[in-house]
């Protein structure tokens, strides 16, 4: 078979017309790596692809052609029989009463041919909370300086967040994602590059907070965290040193002095998360031990087995991947008491968190969802105006063929791993749930290609979790959105994500209030542009061109787009410019939330991240100006007031 045709088979789209109108076309050598990359796909004789039955609906199937009825079919779900039936008409009508869930779908015909469907049952929408217009307060967790962290903003400053969001009137606080890294190296502290997305970064754990640390279990602390808090950049190094220093004293205190109580909560929570937790413990101890990545591994250990897993349990690494899970049970434990709290104090969303496109292909879901997540192939974009080589993330993704083999269940564990604790999620890259560009190993971005991915499937997933944890979901659906995604994307209950900054006309006028959507986060920026301060000033010019960086505009045009700001605002009676003038314009917006940064209450000039930077700039490392407990004095809490009226807590006229 010829790759075009192999190509057709798996979903890959070898040509397309980049955001430049350029056609592109994948280098043969190119298009191989990819196909050899992805597993096979299976191509489905009686159906047109997964079933996703909606709930509510008139839940029907279409048969394919071939699929001529009449046909037998059952659906099981963890070994059990669910529903069975025949048909004998060209479509399937599904029982009123099936179970919400990832099933399989067992198709047969007249001559005894049977094909083998993944199937989701699925809520008809997306969770969408229950108030009509809020707001947030968006924070780089890492950047929150206290008189009382170790150098990172940890889980105890998560709950003085909530408190301040409270006070701001907000509706919960917004942050950056909290997935597990590589026990952040400086060089790898980027929250969207994760080792896994189930679990969470021991390093915001506050230590001091746990029942079996005393100071006197690391004598040096107090004084190496008080050197720690020091500077505008997070040591992330000797922080994480510290840290994990400490986390073993407590460990070590636990495993000698815990109570029944604490233990029996520890075990309850290893019950709760297995066995991924057993997995990724016996990951984290194989990772530093062999310190290569797993493909390189002795080849009893390339492969998730769980059987081996509990051989290593009961030799001399058993306390080791007990310390792992103890680590991961007190990170939960601790973030779920800012849900808590938010709850207690009557926030109406709580904790928005973001989800990371992908992982790294040498981290623990790479590693454990081989066949499901291409460790070869990197999650990018093609050639556009701002990046004319195109991008590679440096992420690997799941793939469609790996995914319907496993009814969709490793995609469903990372968003319940991801709604866990949250009221609402963004995920990155929607776009990525209908199409992915993925760039093999070895190769440029601009020789990547477009793999088609089960949309409605994932959607269905999504939904399914959505309810289940009753946590809104929106799309970071920014980019070059194919014919229809928004309106399917939408009819599942999903929200969109609107930047202020991008929702201009061709002539570059921004667009008003009305244009918005109301399902939809809106915000002024993201953590990849520049602040409203840096904005406003040019400061992000100057320093993307010190960096050798083509700002994207130069000095006349972002002259152009500051009279363009001030125009919609006089058009809707707001006659000053500054921070609180915009948000009063987005508050306006029918958009059911707002997420306004706390860089952008504080004035700083300087963007958290600059894509396509490493080392030139303090990616993911710079500090807050002012401390969690000072910032409520810095903010001007009238005019905030006044700005979000229409959806703060405490507005109102």
């Not at 947030?136 to 929150?144: I, K, N």
């Not at 460790?375 to 799941?398: C, S």
């Not at 993925?438 to 499937?457: C, I, W």
Request: proline share 6%; net charge negative; aromatic share 10%.
């Amino acid at each position: 078979m010829d790759l075009l045709a192999q190509a057709r088979i798996k979903g890959v789209q070898s040509e397309f017309v980049d955001a430049l109108g350029k056609m592109r076309v994948t280098a043969p050598e190119a298009l191989k790596s990819i196909l050899d990359a992805l597993p096979e796909k299976r191509v489905y004789r009686f159906v047109n692809g997964p079933v996703v039955m909606r709930a509510l609906r008139h839940a029907r199937t279409e048969l394919a052609a071939i699929g001529a009825p009449p046909l037998k079919w059952t659906i099981t779900g963890n070994g059990n029989l669910i529903a069975q039936g025949e048909t004998r008409e060209p479509v399937i009508a599904w029982p009123a009463d099936l179970p919400l869930g990832y099933h399989r779908l067992t198709l047969t015909d007249a001559e005894g041919a049977t094909e083998d469907v993944p199937m989701i049952v699925a809520p008809e929408r997306a969770f969408g909370g229950d108030f009509d217009r809020g707001w947030l307060l968006a924070v780089q967790l890492y950047s929150v300086r206290s008189d009382r962290n170790w150098g990172i903003g940890d889980f105890t400053d998560l709950a003085g967040l909530v408190r301040l969001a409270k006070q701001l009137g907000a509706d919960g606080v917004g942050l950056n994602p909290l997935h597990v890294l590589f026990d952040n190296h400086p060089a790898d502290c980027s929250p969207y590059s994760p080792n896994s997305r189930l679990f969470l970064n021991p390093l915001y754990i506050d230590v001091e907070a746990i029942p079996e640390y005393s100071a006197d279990l690391v004598p040096d602390a107090a004084a190496t965290a008080a050197r720690l808090r020091e500077g505008d950049r997070v040591p992330y190094a000797d922080m994480a040193a510290l840290k994990w220093l400490a986390l073993r004293a407590a460990f070590d205190s636990f495993v000698k002095s815990a109570t029944g109580v604490r233990r029996n909560q520890f075990d309850a929570f290893r019950a709760e998360r297995a066995p991924l937790l057993s997995r990724f413990a016996c990951f984290e101890v194989l990772r530093h031990r062999f310190v290569s990545p797993w493909w390189e591994w002795p080849a009893e250990w390339q492969q998730p087995d769980d059987a081996k897993c509990a051989e290593l349990r009961k030799g001399p690494d058993k306390r080791e991947i007990e310390f792992v899970e103890f680590v991961q049970w007190t990170a939960d434990s601790q973030l779920h008491a800012a849900k808590e709290l938010a709850g207690q104090l009557g926030m109406r969303v709580g904790l928005y968190l973001d989800v990371a496109v992908g992982v790294q292909s040498n981290g623990f879901d790479a590693w454990n969802e081989q066949a499901a997540i291409s460790r070869h192939l990197a999650v990018g974009a093609p050639p556009d105006v701002l990046n004319t080589v195109g991008q590679d993330w440096g992420l690997a993704g799941f793939n469609a063929g790996g995914l319907e083999a496993q009814s969709f269940v490793p995609f469903a564990d990372m968003l319940a791993a991801s709604m866990r604790h949250a009221g609402a999620i963004r995920i990155d890259h929607v776009l990525g749930l209908k199409r992915l560009y993925l760039v093999p190993r070895g190769f440029k971005p601009d020789n990547g290609a477009y793999v088609q991915m089960p949309f409605e499937a994932l959607l269905g997933a999504i939904a399914r979790e959505s309810v289940a944890n009753k946590c809104i979901v929106i799309g970071e659906d920014l980019g070059t959105v194919p014919e229809g995604f928004r309106e399917t994307m939408q009819d599942f209950g999903i929200w969109s994500y609107l930047v202020m900054m991008f929702e201009r006309d061709d002539a570059g006028h921004f667009r008003n209030i009305d244009f918005y959507r109301p399902n939809a986060l809106v915000t002024l920026n993201t953590h990849d542009l520049c602040t409203y301060a840096g904005w406003r000033t040019f400061s992000d010019l100057k320093v993307k061109l010190s960096l050798g960086l083509d700002p994207g505009e130069d000095d006349k045009a972002r002259w152009d787009a500051l009279g363009a700001l001030d125009e919609i605002l006089r058009k809707n009676g707001i006659t000053a410019n500054d921070l609180y003038s915009v948000l009063d314009f987005l508050s306006r917006t029918p958009s059911r939330l707002m997420a306004v940064s706390m860089e952008d209450l504080l004035g700083v000039l300087d963007q958290p991240n600059i894509p396509g930077t490493i080392d030139e700039h303090p990616n993911w490392r710079q500090r807050l100006p002012v401390a969690l407990d000072k910032i409520a004095e810095k903010v001007d809490l009238a005019a905030l007031k006044a700005a979000t009226r229409e959806r703060s807590l405490i507005g109102g006229s």
